[in-house]
Nanobody, 114 residues
Framework: QGPLVESGGGLVQPGGSLRLSCATS????????MGWYRQAPGQQREWVAD???????NYADSVKGRFTISRDDAKSTLYLQMNNLKPEDTAVYYC????????WGRGTQVTVSS
């Protein structure tokens, strides 16, 4: 296992919600900008959202207003709350930790389908 461990993926119907989690070490969590990327079948990996240690947040236009990124410093855990999911959100979602270099998690599958 690497330093980032994702969980929370699954199958959900359109309009549904899921919450992804990413656990890591306290040292990484405290110093790194944490984020999420995703990769749909046959497509390039794309940035979804990130949250530096100052708790500011940034989102891709495709998820703005539907997804919320947050971090719990006490648990060294990153979250991605995904609401009003659409079939085009189907992808493998990857947690990242960036500070010059970038650590990647192994990914968790999210499938939005009726």
């Amino acid at each position: 296992q690497g330093p980032l461990v994702e969980s929370g993926g699954g199958l959900v119907q359109p309009g549904g919600s899921l919450r992804l989690s990413c656990a890591t070490s306290a040292n990484i969590f405290r110093l790194y900008t944490m984020g999420w990327y995703r990769q749909a079948p046959g497509q390039q990996r794309e940035w979804v959202a990130d949250i530096p240690s100052d708790y500011s947040t940034n989102y891709a236009d495709s998820v703005k207003g539907r997804f919320t990124i947050s971090r719990d410093d006490a648990k060294s855990t990153l979250y991605l709350q995904m609401n009003n999911l659409k079939p085009e959100d189907t992808a493998v979602y990857y947690c990242t930790a960036s500070r010059g270099l970038t650590y990647w998690g192994r990914g968790t599958q999210v499938t939005v389908s009726s």
